[in-house]
């Protein structure tokens, strides 16, 4: 396999000037020795060396720019010095670098400084679990809280959700690929609802219609004692739905399941593993809703790039024993000395706001290309998790109009961007929907320049797909 990468392309070329590598031995030895289970170097087959800010430098010495940023847990970029004098002063003060849940200054200030940033009538009442490293871990320990605390069994999620790739959180998944060759899951008592997927509406409406009939079903799937639906411990959700396209729900659509949720005494659980620490514009994506939940699932951008999870969660929850939940590397304190410097930074900075201002203009930008390319069905988002669903024109159109999906074409865009030096990660149904996940650091001038590659990529794969037919 080869790739074609160029450093800067130029503003006025019509054509860039594309050159390739052969293989590399790293990427050979991948191939044969790593499992078949490996997934981001199918589609992006670099093997890096290098790494600061925003980009990435592979082992032939291309610069990438990097719009996966670790799938989002990148919140300040790669190396950043905040991230790194942290991690420093936990290895020169020599403390425990293993410290199961047993306490230290550094794990208090995290806390401290995770509780300052939570919405004050949230972390007055909060508690919190530290869980194994990664978010999965997370979501499953937020399943027993919710079960222990309610004496229920039935968990309900979304359509197109996203918790993770444990099998109880699998069981959340809306996702069946990962699903169907495992059977029957460990973790039963799971529950779909409809998804405000406002492009592709489930109920063929969208918009403030779709918005209502969606929360009437749920709220009387919750209500009529025909819907055969035990009572749930809890409904999980995420604001923005990451894995499934990059979808925000309706602001109105999260208050209303808020207002439902706690009339019927139901834990309202939001994922925030993707979405929390600034990525959307707020510190936490259900703040856009104005809304204040009973748990929130935290990893990613948490750890300043390494592996940590946390549950926080309201203290009428707080009755299940000692032991209920635990984790050998719970206790990773310089994943929580980078934590907190993050969310310092985070907050010095003003990276919110930032990110709601550069999103809107990569947003503007991306509707621009749209203008000029149909194939670019629709621009959503929040913040900086943006994401562009790829569409064939003359498809037959569904109940609003829209084209269907084509993940080829969007196979052919991030390859496109890839050999100008632009690293975007692909999701969505049948993986059509291109995503920009960048870190939270990015610059005015550097969203210009991802708008540039993107929109030469959009040009070059329609091109070559014209010329195909």
């Known amino acids: 396999m080869s790739i074609a990468i160029v450093k800067e392309p130029a503003d006025t070329a019509d054509e860039l000037p594309l050159f390739g590598f052969d293989d ?99 972390a007055a009442r909060a508690k919190i679990q530290f869980c194994g490293p990664t978010g999965t871990d997370a979501v499953e320990a937020a399943l027993k809280l919710v079960r222990t605390a309610s004496g229920c069994s039935t968990i309900l999620s979304f359509q197109g959700g996203y918790h993770g790739m444990s099998q109880g959180a699998l069981a959340l998944m809306g996702n069946l690929k ?4 495992l059977g029957s899951l460990l973790n039963h008592g799971v529950q779909f609802l409809p998804f405000p997927y406002d492009y592709r509406c489930p109920f063929g409406l969208g918009g403030q219609a779709g918005v209502e ?41 999260l208050r209303g399941l808020r207002k439902i949720t706690s009339k019927l005494g139901i834990a309202l659980i939001l ?53 209920a939940h635990a984790g050998t590397f719970r206790g990773n304190q310089m994943a929580m000395a980078a934590g907190s410097a993050v969310i310092r930074h985070i907050q010095q900075h003003e990276l919110a706001q930032h990110a709601e201002q550069v999103g809107q203009q990569l947003r503007e930008r991306l509707q621009e290309i749209q203008q000029a390319h ?29 084209p269907p999906y084509h993940p080829t074409l969007a196979a052919a865009i991030q390859g496109e961007c890839l050999k100008r030096g632009l690293i975007l990660e692909l999701g969505g149904r049948h993986g059509s929907v291109v995503r920009f996940l960048p870190p939270l650091i990015i610059t005015h001038g550097e969203i210009d320049r991802v708008g540039r590659i993107f929109s030469r990529a959009v040009t070059a794969a329609v091109r070559h797909f014209h010329g195909a037919g």
């Open 374 to 402: 149909p194939q670019l069905g629709d621009v959503r988002g929040r913040g900086l998790m943006l994401g562009v669903e790829i569409v064939d024109p003359a498809g037959e159109r569904d109940a609003l109009g829209h």
């Open 178 to 181: 990962a699903k169907t060759p």
């Open 24 to 122: 590399n031995p790293l990427l050979a030895r991948q191939r044969q020795q790593e499992s078949n289970a490996r997934s981001y170097p199918r589609r992006i087959p670099l093997a890096l060396k290098r790494a600061r800010g925003i980009h990435v430098e592979d082992i032939e010495g291309r610069v990438f720019i990097d719009c996966l940023a670790g799938a989002g847990t990148l919140a300040l970029g790669h190396n950043h010095p905040v991230v790194l004098a942290a991690i420093r002063q936990v290895l020169d003060d020599e403390l425990p670098l293993h410290t199961l849940d047993l306490t230290t200054p550094v794990k208090d200030r995290f806390v401290q400084d995770l509780y300052a940033v939570l919405p004050p009538s949230f």
């Open 271 to 323: 994922d925030e593993i993707q979405t929390g620490f600034a990525r959307t514009g707020k510190l936490f994506a259900f703040e856009h809703a104005g809304i204040v939940p009973d748990v929130v699932v935290l990893s990613k951008a948490i750890g300043g790039s390494l592996p940590l999870s946390v549950v926080v969660y309201q203290d009428w929850l707080d009755v299940w024993e000692p032991g």
């Open 213 to 253: 009939v969606n929360l009437r079903y749920i709220q009387n799937l919750l209500t009529d004692p025909e819907s055969g639906v035990q009572p749930p411990a809890a409904i999980i959700v995420e604001a923005v739905q990451g894995e499934a396209g990059v979808i925000p729900a309706a602001n109105a659509w």
